[in-house]
């Protein structure tokens, strides 16, 4: 399966952005979804995850109650909405696909293999 994000870019503090996540190559609804951050000189850190049916969604401490992680269907498309953004959300954004079809949605880059090519978030105070 092939991923292109896409929305990034510059936001304020408290302000908010959404990120896009088109994917192409196998049906939409057979892979679990994720996004996962990379910032400067650290490793990359699990954000969001979403089943394959989109009924559960796991999310990382940090941006709970901040976050949405969704996917649509008809648009072979995932989203991450991001509100009440914070400095420390700067990174590069990743979307990933587990292909495995694993009954449990993972939380580590681990289990997910299919990778698009990030976009960067920069929040400023």
């Known amino acids: 399966v092939q991923l292109q994000a896409s929305g990034g870019g510059l936001a304020q503090a408290g302000g908010s952005l959404r990120l896009s996540c088109v994917a192409s190559?196998?049906?939409?609804?057979?892979?679990?979804m994720a996004w996962f951050r990379q910032a400067p000189g650290k490793e990359r850190e699990f954000v969001a995850a979403?089943?394959?049916?989109?009924?559960?969604?796991v999310y990382a401490d940090s941006v709970k109650g901040r976050f949405t992680i969704a996917r649509v269907y008809s648009r072979n498309t995932g989203y991450l909405q991001m509100n009440s953004l914070k400095p420390e959300d700067t990174a590069v954004y990743y979307c990933?696909?587990?292909?495995?079809?694993?009954?449990?949605?993972?939380?580590?880059?681990?289990?997910?293999?299919?990778w698009g090519q990030g976009t960067q978030v920069t929040v400023f105070s």
């Open positions: 990933a696909a587990d292909l495995s079809r694993r009954a449990v949605v993972g939380t580590t880059s681990s289990d997910f293999d299919s």
């Open positions: 190559g196998r049906t939409f609804s057979m892979y679990h």
């Open positions: 979403i089943t394959w049916s989109g009924d559960r969604m």
